[in-house]
């Protein structure tokens, strides 16, 4: 899924929630173009649904107790 300017208005509570993770969270790698967010295996649900609300991101084991969604520009 291609990220479309869904997050160009923040309108909705989903969407504050996202950018408000990704301040406290989240991370950006300009070497990749990806951003994303890696949390604690139990955070899993979370990580769930905002990938349900957001298609653009990609759930993925991190390593052995963390999961990330994350996304890469083109």
């Known amino acids: 899924m291609i990220y479309n300017n869904e997050l160009q208005q923040?309108?909705?509570?989903?969407?504050?929630?996202?950018i408000g993770l990704f301040y406290s969270d989240g991370y950006v790698c300009s070497t990749n173009n990806n951003c994303g967010i890696t949390l604690h295996s139990n955070d899993i649900l979370?990580?769930?649904?905002?990938?349900?609300v957001f298609p653009f991101f990609k759930l993925r084991k991190s390593h052995k107790n963390a999961y990330k969604?994350?996304?890469t520009s083109k």
Request: proline share 0%; with cysteine.
């Open 10 to 18: 923040i309108d909705t509570e989903e969407k504050s929630y996202l």
């Open 46 to 52: 979370l990580l769930e649904k905002l990938v349900y």
């Open 69 to 71: 969604i994350d996304c």
